[in-house]
């Protein structure tokens, strides 16, 4: 199967790859697998408390090129968006962007959900730790 | 079995089919009596294949658990009595359906043999694909806003991850070619560990054939649904256990 070039750039020089202190109250951090072919992929985002942007983002994938790019480009679309914003990001923008050929959208699949999962931790660190502050501003 | 294959040929003569395009039917091609799977049960002449599942093609009943005995002693007489020797003789559209049959054959033979495979294969019967599951699962998310039930367990996932981090590591050592000991021995007992895994979940799915074909018997939706489910989580943890598991031989051996 031929990579197109966005996901052979992506895969042969991903951007933030890499890990953020888990245990930081700013930090999120996502990790999903597929079943289909057993691939973990972790994304970690690091959100500034005062704005909800997410200033930081690393990630770590086991799995294949569209994987790797996947996630890649994800981190690259959240940093500088806010929480809420890198929710809107759909697996099928990541398909198009990357041009991923139908047998690997649940590659892209797999970057959406570690973007979900990411926030969804952070979001649960805030409420732990000031539950009457969570809409601050 | 003996059959005889004087039957009606007669008859055929004066017809002119192609072999490919006759619909096939429930009743023999040749003498109209009923037909089963492969041959006619009244005249014995063998038949276009019908789309039948493969239970259904060994006259077997569409459940799990499945005598292993009985369906390996029906592959055996069905392979002898489809071989092409037989219908080197034959007319066109015996030869044609005789191979098609056989290659039906192996293939259901190879897929209800196989535990795993036919766990897969009646859980697609259902209506479930295993691969769209996940998909599913996102879209769902989405639309409620909530977070997704992932389809692989979270411990499991930071065993996978953590392994895979290790494996990194080794292939890294590999390449430099100083691969440290200790970590090889590391890799190694989570290999093994992961192995116990993987037979300890076949197990979990078999234990869970005998409640499927009850629920079935029974008729109860709620049941049905309940042991789908966790037939569907036991297969895919597998799935992922045998990816590592192959992932970290790859490493191991090279
Ligand atoms: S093949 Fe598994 S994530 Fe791409």
Known sequence: MAYSDKVLDHYSNPRNVGSLDKSSQEVGTGLVGAPECGDVMKLQIKVNPQTNIIEDAKFKTFGCGSAIASSSLATEWVKGKTVDEALQIKNTEIVKELSLPPVKIHCSVLAEDAIRAAIHDWKKKQDVSKPATVEAR | ?254
């Open chain 2, 1 to 254: 079995m003996r059959w005889s294959r004087a039957g009606r040929a007669a008859t055929m003569e004066s017809m002119t089919v192609e072999v490919s395009n006759p619909v096939a039917t429930a009743s023999c091609w040749s003498c109209g009596e009923m037909r089963v799977s492969q041959f006619c049960h009244a005249c014995g002449k063998v038949q276009q294949p019908l789309p039948v599942d493969y239970f259904t093609f060994f006259s077997l009943p569409q459940k799990l658990e499945v005598d292993v005995g009985r369906l390996e002693r029906a592959f055996y007489e069905l392979s002898r009595k489809l071989h092409p020797d037989v219908y080197a003789r034959g007319d066109a559209r015996e030869q044609e359906w005789s191979l098609q049959q056989s290659s039906l054959l192996n293939d259901a033979y190879r897929t209800l043999k196989d535990p795993i495979k036919r766990t897969e294969y009646v859980l697609r019967l259902e209506g479930v694909e295993l691969e769209e599951q996940s998909k599913t699962a996102t879209d769902r998310a989405r639309s409620t806003g909530e977070i997704k039930k992932q389809v692989v367990p979270p411990d499991l996932l930071e065993e996978v991850f953590d392994l895979n981090m290790q494996l990194e590591e080794l292939r890294a050592q590999k390449k430099l070619g100083e691969d440290d000991p200790a970590l090889v021995e590391e890799i190694g007992r989570q290999k093994l560990e992961l192995e116990e895994k993987h037979g300890a979940l076949v197990e979990q799915l078999k234990a869970r054939w005998k409640e499927w074909d009850k629920a079935v018997d029974s008729g109860s939706e709620e049941d049905r649904r309940k042991v789908r489910d966790g037939m569907i989580d036991l297969l895919n943890r597998r799935n992922y256990i045998r990816n590592l598991v192959r992932d970290v031989n790859e490493v191991l051996e090279n």
